[in-house]
Structures are given as structure tokens and as C-alpha cells.
């Protein structure tokens, strides 16, 4: 079972109290659904994850680990002898690209890439060209034992005219984290000549899709013990819906702490005044193909530290 999201958290039974935000109406779980309804914590010194199952058959799984924090709704449904468990996703960049345009880099181009959310990727590659034709090798961003990571990696101005297309992935894995292929998604520059670059753990994996059996109220997940079950407060099963459960499955619904962000708050305080707030735009990608392993080729973008 692998994490899949870097949203953070701080998310225990005991803090997920938070506003009701109801779902449509949901039906009953069956007769043999019912035994599998509660929460379930599995932990470690370094890591810490947890899975409700809730009675209208969504479930939330959170995990927090290191640098890593994830936060995952779903569905739920008895199969075979247990039951499965399947991640709702809305649409996202994998890759998200925000682009703005700024006079003083009239004729170049200029790329910021995160280090920090980039360092979850698994061999980030990068390649830019003058043309809509696809490339056939990718240069790695950073090297493959980097373990130090910086915010910000900037790479000197590039001729405006070299860079109509850039080219952003990853090397994909299979389900027994084998390298695989590269990932690749294109983006059109257009206008914008100043990039910010990162990247998204919550759409960079496969959505979760796991099978899970009960034993004496212990949950095993894909064969592996999970967890004793707990009974979930409806004070917590409120902050469940609102904080995770409805941002999956509901089009547009917002977590609370997304909720009256301080750029919000600017924005609203701006408009009062009658100024405009212009914001860096996010790109929209063009596609997604993939190149073999051996399409990774030269040195990286970034040998050493970040700046």
C-alpha cells in the first residue's frame, strides 16, 4: 500500500472534529458491510496511518510520515470474502505549472522548479523545444542520490524561441516499485515567460485500490494486519466528511482549512479598494505520453544544491 498525497495534516480522531458538510444521501451499508464500520490506526515511531470506514460506504485514509502527508477518500463495497476499497479523485496536474508573464524577461524564458514537492517524484526529467514535436530523451532534474533538498532550483533564461513546448515526468512504477517507463506531460508555454514548476503527490500515484478482510475485529489491508477496530464519535465522523470525504467525491467542495485563505482575504480586501490582484495562472496540459527507461539520457539540470 503506497501513499499518494502530500496534502498537510495533523489529522487524528480527536482533531477531525470540524463542520458538517453533507454529502448527497447515501445508502445503508448491507448485513455483511456492517461488521467492517470504524476507524482503524496503524502506527510507528516514524510514521502513522489511519482508516474509517464510514456507514454510507466512504472511507477516509490518512497517512503522515517524514515529509510525506497524505489525505484520501473513497468508496467502499463488500467483494468476495472482505471488502474493497476504491480512491475518488477529482481532475488535477500532476505537474501543476503556473506561468506569468513579466516585461524585464522579454525574449527568454525563465523556470523555478520546487524542490521540496519535486523531491517526491521519482526521477523528475525535464526537456523544452521549439516545436509541438514529441522529444526522445529527457534529461534527469536532479542527480539520483540527491537527498538534501532546496525550495527553489532556477535555471538561467532560456531563448523564448527554444522553448514554444516544455516537456515535464517521471519514471513510473510498477505494483512492486520496479522502474518502468518515463511519464511525460507536455505544456504549450503560450504568453507566459516566468514558470513555477512542481509537482502533486495526490494525482503523481495510482488512486488507492485496496481489498481488506476482518479477523476478531482486527482489519487486514492487501493481506497485511491494519488495525484493531475503534468506534468513530459523530463529532469526528462530521470532520471525516467535511475535511476528506467530500473534497473527493464532491466537484469543487473545498477542505476547511482551504476555506478563507489569506489570499482570499488580500483578494477581498483589494477589490474593496477597487485594485485588481493578478495571480500567477496554472497551465493546462496538452498531454501525457511515455518514453522508455533508456530515454533518460545526460547530466542532470541541477548536480547540487538548490539556491
Known amino acids: 500500500m503506497h501513499p499518494t498525497s502530500s496534502q498537510p495534516l495533523g489529522i487524528t480522531f480527536a482533531t477531525l472534529a470540524l463542520t458538517l458538510l453533507p454529502l448527497a444521501a447515501a445508502q445503508a451499508v448491507t448485513p455483511a458491510e456492517k461488521p467492517y464500520v470504524g476507524g482503524y490506526t496503524q502506527g510507528s515511531v516514524d510514521t502513522r496511518s489511519?482508516?474509517?470506514?464510514?456507514?454510507?460506504?466512504?472511507?477516509?485514509?490518512?497517512?503522515?510520515?517524514?515529509?510525506?502527508?497524505?489525505?484520501?477518500?473513497?468508496?467502499?463495497?463488500?467483494?468476495?470474502?472482505?471488502?474493497?476499497?476504491?480512491?475518488?479523485?477529482?481532475?488535477?496536474?500532476?505537474?501543476?505549472?503556473?506561468?506569468?508573464?513579466?516585461?524585464?524577461?522579454?525574449?527568454?524564458?525563465?523556470?523555478?522548479?520546487?524542490?521540496?514537492?519535486?523531491?517526491?517524484?521519482?526521477?523528475?526529467?525535464?526537456?523544452?523545444?521549439?516545436?509541438?514535436?514529441?522529444?526522445?530523451?529527457?534529461?534527469?532534474?536532479?542527480?539520483?542520490?540527491?537527498?538534501?533538498?532546496?525550495?527553489?532550483?532556477?535555471?538561467?533564461?532560456?531563448?523564448?524561441?527554444?522553448?514554444?513546448?516544455?516537456?515535464?515526468?517521471?519514471?513510473?512504477?510498477?505494483?512492486?516499485?520496479?522502474?518502468?517507463?518515463?511519464?511525460?506531460?507536455?505544456?504549450?508555454?503560450?504568453?507566459?515567460?516566468?514558470?513555477?514548476?512542481?509537482?502533486?503527490?495526490?494525482?503523481?500515484?495510482?488512486?488507492?485500490?485496496?481489498?481488506?478482510?476482518?479477523?476478531?475485529?482486527?482489519?487486514?489491508?492487501?493481506?497485511s494486519r491494519f488495525g484493531k477496530q475503534d468506534e468513530l464519535p459523530n463529532e469526528v465522523l462530521e470532520g471525516i466528511r467535511a475535511a476528506c470525504i467530500r473534497p473527493a467525491l464532491v466537484p469543487g467542495a473545498k477542505r476547511p482549512a482551504e476555506e478563507g485563505s489569506e489570499e482570499d482575504v488580500q483578494d477581498k480586501a483589494a477589490a474593496a479598494l477597487g485594485k485588481v490582484v493578478v495571480r500567477n495562472a496554472p497551465l493546462v496540459p496538452v498531454k501525457t505520453f511515455y518514453l522508455p527507461l533508456a530515454a533518460m539520457q545526460g547530466a542532470p539540470y541541477f548536480p547540487g544544491t538548490g539556491k
Not at 480512491?87 to 503556473?98: C, D, H, K, L, S
Not at 516585461?103 to 524542490?115: I, P, Y
Not at 542520490?145 to 525550495?151: K, P, R, T, V
Open 50 to 223: 489511519q482508516l474509517m470506514l464510514l456507514d454510507d460506504n466512504t472511507f477516509c485514509f490518512t497517512f503522515m510520515g517524514g515529509s510525506l502527508d497524505m489525505l484520501a477518500g473513497g468508496r467502499w463495497k463488500a467483494e468476495g470474502n472482505g471488502v474493497r476499497l476504491q480512491e475518488v479523485r477529482q481532475n488535477g496536474a500532476i505537474f501543476p505549472v503556473f506561468g506569468k508573464q513579466l516585461a524585464e524577461q522579454k525574449g527568454s524564458v525563465a523556470f523555478d522548479f520546487h524542490g521540496y514537492s519535486l523531491s517526491n517524484a521519482t526521477s523528475a526529467v525535464f526537456a523544452t523545444s521549439g516545436d509541438d514535436a514529441l522529444p526522445t530523451t529527457m534529461r534527469p532534474l536532479f542527480k539520483a542520490d540527491q537527498s538534501n533538498w532546496s525550495d527553489s532550483y532556477k535555471l538561467p533564461p532560456l531563448p523564448a524561441t527554444q522553448v514554444r513546448y516544455f516537456y515535464i515526468g517521471d519514471v513510473e512504477v510498477d505494483a512492486d516499485r520496479q522502474p518502468k517507463r518515463l511519464r511525460v506531460v507536455q505544456y504549450r508555454r503560450g504568453d507566459a515567460n516566468t514558470l513555477a514548476v512542481g509537482y502533486d503527490q495526490a494525482f503523481g500515484n495510482p488512486p488507492l485500490d485496496l481489498k481488506a478482510t476482518m479477523k476478531d475485529k482486527v482489519l487486514y489491508v492487501d493481506g
